[in-house]
């Protein structure tokens, strides 16, 4: 494409660089911040630059944070001694949103993929095992995607802290609220069968 | 949504004011971002802020420029006695794009949409008006969407220019190039058959 100037070629550029943005949405996007103010714009931009400079990980459990420690980590009511690994920080802001849980985090950073080239060492996995072999964990809490990947990943953390004092499990995979029963897969519907709970009211 | 960091908030937020982009989708996007060299970030909101800085409308024309004048109205080359009307920068680089156009433009800057509160004097057609009776122009080419409208703006136009010496001609509607027949809608097809032309090869 022929862009009119050489300012806005770029803008676009640098747009279309984001996963998920073509050309033309960037080009829509851009449009859109040139009939904006200034003053919008340098806080997208600054908030950006920011972001990228200031943001830290926390040094326990790896989520985003602020400071040195994470926010969930340093917050004194929550228990330490159970510890819920998930894949990256949407999932810790699924659960947190879920209000169910109070134990801790530890953030993997990705899920073990050798399809994308992604190996033990590429996680937080060394971290989560000397995190637990420094002992006050009693549970470690398995909260990956249901997917080969997840599985593999699974297996990989299990083999790795079997010979620590902690109980190791995994959250539970069944038919999902409001799902119908005959619409449901038979790997999920098995798995919601032999997973079966006493019944409480 | 509760967010781990408020430096990661404050880009969520940020970026979510653009069109199209929600919530999770702010969210995918900057913690992209948050992956890439701090350099890269720092590139792309460079080129808003510098974007909105540095780009000009042609004096003119009204399109987007680097400079007082854009390139196509700064090319000797073009045919500046032939003026085509478009909606916007990008029907601009449409056109452009066809390599089969030699004159000039004029940005409107949107199309009369009573409904979303744009009249014509939020446009640029005073300024098309003073163009035109400046002299020097001996076609005025009306290439806006095919829609109420643009039927609309069209008409606004062709009373304002009426009583100048100036031919005003309007882009051709019919039938896109492999569409099928049977498949074309009727008001289409009764323009493309009023609007037929002498067949050459």
Do not use: W
């Amino acid at each position: 494409m022929n862009y009119p100037s050489t300012l806005l070629q770029r803008a676009v550029g640098e747009m279309s660089r984001l996963p998920g943005i073509g050309q033309k949405t960037a080009l829509r996007l851009v449009l859109h911040l040139l009939r904006q103010e200034r003053g919008e714009v340098e806080n997208l931009a600054q908030s950006l630059i920011e972001l990228r400079r200031g943001v830290r990980y926390c040094n326990v459990c790896h989520n985003l944070c602020d400071s040195e420690l994470c926010e969930i980590c340093s917050t004194p009511s929550r228990d330490k001694s159970t510890v819920c690994v998930v894949e990256n920080v949407q999932d810790v802001m699924a659960i947190e949103n879920t209000q169910q849980y109070t134990g801790v985090y530890h953030v993997l950073g990705g899920i073990i993929s050798p399809m994308e080239g992604i190996g033990p060492s590429d996680l937080t996995i060394e971290s989560l095992v000397e995190r637990v072999s420094q002992g006050g964990i009693s549970e470690v809490i398995l909260a990956l995607s249901p997917t080969m990947e997840g599985d593999t990943t699974n297996f990989y953390i299990y083999r790795k802290l079997q010979d620590f004092p902690v109980q190791i499990s995994v959250i539970a995979r069944g038919i999902a609220q409001n799902d119908e029963l005959q619409y449901t897969d038979e790997v999920t519907l098995g798995r919601a069968l032999a997973g079966r709970i006493p019944f409480k009211v």
